[in-house]
RNA sequence: GGCGAGUUGGCGGAGUGGUUACGCAGCGGAUUGCAAAUCCGUGUACAGGAGUUCGAUUCUCCUACUCGCCUCCA
């Protein structure tokens, strides 16, 4: 299947050609890590995980390279330390932990290799020190700059122009710049900040370097896709192409940028207060696998609204896939219409609607195969079928009340519900619908004989004991 | 100020130079003790203007509006 990807550099969407026949490599800047996640940082991740599922699809699991960093040094984390009075490397650790869990909860596969800032120092100093050599970086009271000016190219990937940024003047001037555009490669640290021996003094990268030099340890002078949220276009993968390509590095072929996350409309933002962490919306007991399914039915290139409404359609949508391919073997092979979307740059919306057909048309092996290809595991399935009362995901909905609890008090409920209809207490049957739906409770029930519970609004497990 | 993206039916959201997106909601029907759930059927759209074309929602230009990045947060 032809891979169409389309690439920042040219502003078209290309056919992806890997460099080396058969093989594909991608490199995507991961996190600061000094706190959890927030959902904006999720939507690259699952971006790329798709991007990763697709080239592991076409070439192989064993012939996908997947780079993405950890960024582990950096002032964020200095100044989260400082605070707090706790170590940076217990700060980074727990971190990277929670960044991992949150999103394995999505169903983002882990890339092959997450390399940490903090372990290629020195690739980063001897890149730097080439840099210098060559005439593109010069050391100033401590502080090593990237020359901008001697790379002709500068702005090319952005659409910008030196001159053009320069006027636009919001740039620092630091007095050791020699030209105001000129970026940080390596800067002095003070004795309580972290800090390495580098030929300028002691002192630690600035941000941009660590790509440079990680892509080029991992994957070579040359890769294949380097992706990341479009925010990083400028000035990160600005900076990272002029520093590769100065030190005779090709980087990457192919760029990709994906578009930034809202709620409700609005940018998320701790001014705005809409701020909030995937940790946060799975403790309110949605599921990962509805934050997956937001995430991927808006196309990576448009800005993506996550709103109420989306959480509850995408709920819903699941649960009757689920349901629909509960015990049903996912057949062997992609239908073709997935991959065709998909492969085409990425059209995951374009893939659900035809998930959306298949299940129309009672194709449930090629239902459940799509699901899988898009990263809705059949384990995490048939949990979520479990779920059809909606309190699996919710353990931690009500602080200390756990899952099993909730469940047991809806199976009682549902048996006094049925004890109910069978009897025909009409009155008392629909007595207790009512009051439980009051507490966020739907009771449901299907022609088949099953009776289950879905959570509605207002749900709150404290009043289930009372419904009794 | 600079750069970029977008404007599709009630809502969400794909796509195409001439033919059905799809989902949700709505409406009609089946089913149902009633209501859901489930099943069947069904309507509404391409911001405005000009141009290219036999023909444009789909290409070009202009206008309006929205959003994002350039700033701690992706």
Known sequence: MTIKIYNTKTRQKEVFKPLVDGKASMYVCGPTVYERAHLGNARPVLVFDMLYRLLRHEYGVENVRYVRNFTD????????????????????????????????????????????????????????????????????????????????????????????????????????????????????????????DSPWGRGRPGWHIECSAMAYELLGAAFDIHGGGNDLTFPHHENEIAQSRCAGHDFANVWMHNEMLQVEGKKMSKSLGNFFTVRDLLDQGVPGEVIRFVMLS?????????????????????????????????????????????????NTPGAFSVLHRLAGSGQKSDLANGLIFLGFEAKDLAQFEDDATGFKFTPTIHGNENADVIQCQTDRILELWKSFRSSEEWSEADRLRTLAEENGLLLKYSKDGSYWAERGPNFDSSKLEALK
């Not at 349901?323 to 239908?335: G, I, P």
């Open 298 to 346: 808006t196309h990576y290139r448009k800005p993506m609204d996550w709103t109420e409404k989306k959480r509850v359609e995408a709920e819903k949508t699941l649960r009757k896939w689920a349901r629909l391919t509960l015990d049903v073997e996912a057949s062997r092979n992609l239908h073709p219409d997935v991959l065709s979307a998909v492969s085409d740059d990425l």
């Open 73 to 196: 040094v950096d002032d964020k984390i200095n100044a989260r330390a400082a605070e707090t009075g706790r170590p940076i490397s217990e700060i980074t650790d727990e971190t990277i932990g929670w960044f991992l869990d949150d999103m394995g909860a999505l169903g983002a596969l882990e890339p092959t290799d997450t390399p940490r800032a903090t372990q290629y120092i020195a690739p980063m100093i001897a890149m730097i020190e080439d840099l210098i050599a060559k005439g593109h970086a010069y050391a100033a009271e401590g502080h090593v700059l990237f020359k901008v000016r001697s790379y002709k190219d500068y702005g090319k990937l952005s659409g910008r122009s030196v001159d053009d940024m320069i006027a636009g003047a919001r740039v620092e001037v630091a007095p050791y710049k020699e030209d105001p555009m000129d970026f940080v490669l390596w800067k002095p640290s003070s004795d309580d900040l972290p800090g390495w």
